[in-house]
T-cell receptor, first 116, second 115 residues
Framework: AQKITQTQPGMFVQEKEAVTLDCTYDTSDQSYGLFWYKQPSSGEMIFLIYQGSYDEQNATEGRYSLNFQKARKSANLVISASQLGDSAMYFCAMRELGRGAQKLVFGQGTRLTINP | DTEVTQTPKHLVMGMTNKKSLKCEQHMGHRAMYWYKQKAKKPPELMFVYSYEKLSINESVPSRFSPECPNSSLLNLHLHALQPEDSALYLC??????????????FGEGSRLTVL
């Protein structure tokens, strides 16, 4: 069984600072995918970034990067130059491969607040 | 704007009512999902449809009945719900169930209150 752990219930950061949101995972699968989603108060889950277990390079998408350390089973999200609009709930998620359909399992989430 | 559309956005129903949640996507995606999210909790998977066939049911009570009439539509029929079923119900889709790096696209959710 897979498990996702986000140990930071809440984070408070000053605008324009960089922030790292922690995520560790546990799986016996060799092939898996790791995702980060943002959920503003509106409720929609917004896809941010993806990292495959066999990807050698850390994923980057604009201001988002994923610090993937496979041996430590961690997939931390780094947001550079934070903005007020980054205030939201952030979920790390993992998907097992080799199944007929995707089963995406989420961590408990981290609520990020950006202060002006 | 999200490309996964959910209606209604808000629903209040009694325990004896029958209602339905609707989800629609026109991205040609072949996998569709229902998630349930309680306040301050992560989304929990309920059902997965792959090529219009139910492929995963996470032991959801029978008072929730999913339906996938075609590749663009996903319904969740609700009957004899309990107050603890009050939650945000999120629909999602992905391009290909077997694709390793396909992200899920989510709708804005339907916020359900059971009285």
């Amino acid at each position: 069984a897979q498990k996702i752990t986000q140990t930071q219930p809440g984070m408070f950061v000053q605008e324009k600072e960089a922030v790292t949101l922690d995520c560790t995972y546990d799986t016996s699968d060799q092939s898996y995918g790791l995702f980060w989603y943002k959920q503003p108060s509106s409720g929609e889950m917004i896809f941010l970034i993806y990292q495959g277990s066999y990807d050698e390079q850390n994923a980057t998408e604009g201001r988002y990067s994923l610090n993937f350390q496979k041996a430590r089973k961690s997939a931390n999200l780094v947001i550079s130059a934070s903005q007020l609009g980054d205030s939201a709930m952030y979920f790390c998620a993992m998907r097992e491969l080799g199944r007929g359909a995707q089963k995406l399992v989420f961590g408990q989430g981290t609520r990020l607040t950006i202060n002006p | 704007d999200t490309e996964v559309t959910q209606t209604p956005k808000h629903l209040v129903m009694g325990m004896t009512n029958k209602k339905s949640l609707k989800c629609e996507q026109h991205m040609g995606h072949r996998a569709m999902y229902w998630y349930k999210q309680k306040a301050k909790k992560p989304p929990e998977l309920m059902f997965v449809y792959s090529y219009e066939k139910l492929s995963i049911n996470e032991s959801v009570p029978s008072r929730f009945s999913p339906e996938c009439p075609n590749s663009s539509l996903l319904n969740l029929h609700l009957h004899a719900l309990q107050p603890e079923d009050s939650a945000l119900y999120l629909c999602a889709s992905s391009q290909d169930p077997g694709q390793p790096n396909g992200e899920l696209f989510f709708g804005e959710g339907s916020r359900l209150t059971v009285l």
